[in-house]
């Protein structure tokens, strides 16, 4: 158990549907993560909360929305998506301690079907 | 650009040694990550170098060369439970991660 937990695991959604991604830390940490993980390739970074607040938006496209209500919690809203979005994604936390080695813990994913 | 090299898949035997390689070009440098990710799980943190050097935990050591850009991971007495993917990442001057595509390690009896 890893302490960080992600709903639902699988998702089959059409491009007009709108859906959302649920992530949940419980080990009191600062910082949180989405992660697209396609096969064979590196795991891209989406967005990045500190302390609720959006410190990263690495170019991603408008139709993937996050949102942070509290630190414990993190969403992705989904809509009118591509099918190239099928990917697994993957939530992450952190302390967000500078100068420390301030690792990830990751939730097990939402597998993530376009069609 | 920033950039992440690692074999894409090995192969060893169960009991033998393996040396998994990762080869960095980033813009900066606060330290580097090994992940190990079983096929349909999270990937769950390994080890981390920030200096030169080798960095022992068990069956597993991670190796830094700053210089040349380099680090690996070294598996000793492998098991069955070993076949996974690792992953290596390094943090940048923006303390982001930068993430490889991963080794998929395959272990044969």
């Known amino acids: 158990e890893t302490g960080v937990t992600q709903t639902p695991r699988h998702l089959v959604m059409g491009m007009t549907n709108k859906k959302s991604l649920k992530c949940e830390q419980h080990l009191g940490h600062n910082a949180m993560y989405w992660y697209k993980q396609s096969a064979k390739k590196p795991l891209e970074l989406m967005f990045v909360?500190?302390?609720?607040?959006?410190?990263e938006n690495n170019s991603v496209p408008s139709r993937f929305s996050p949102e942070c209500p509290n630190s414990s919690h993190l969403f992705l809203h989904l809509h009118t998506l591509q099918p190239e979005d099928s990917a697994l994604y993957l939530c992450a936390s952190s302390q967000d301690a500078a100068g420390e080695v301030d690792e990830q813990f990751f939730g097990p994913g939402t597998r993530l079907t376009v069609l | 650009g920033q950039n992440i090299d690692q074999p894409t898949e090995m192969t060893a035997t169960e009991g033998a040694i393996v040396q998994i390689n990762c080869t960095y070009q980033?813009?900066?440098?606060?330290?580097l990550f090994w992940y190990q990710q079983h096929a349909g799980e999270a990937p769950t943190f390994l080890s981390y170098?920030?200096l030169d050097g080798l960095e022992e935990k068990g069956r597993f050591s991670s190796f830094l060369s700053r210089s040349k850009g380099y680090s690996y991971l070294l598996l000793k007495e492998l098991q069955m439970k070993d076949s996974a993917s690792y992953l290596c990442a390094v943090r940048d001057s923006n303390y982001q991660l930068i993430w490889g595509a991963g080794t998929k390690l395959i272990i044969k009896p």
């Open positions: 909360y500190s302390l609720e607040e959006r410190v």
């Open positions: 170098n920030v």
């Open positions: 980033t813009s900066g440098f606060n330290g």
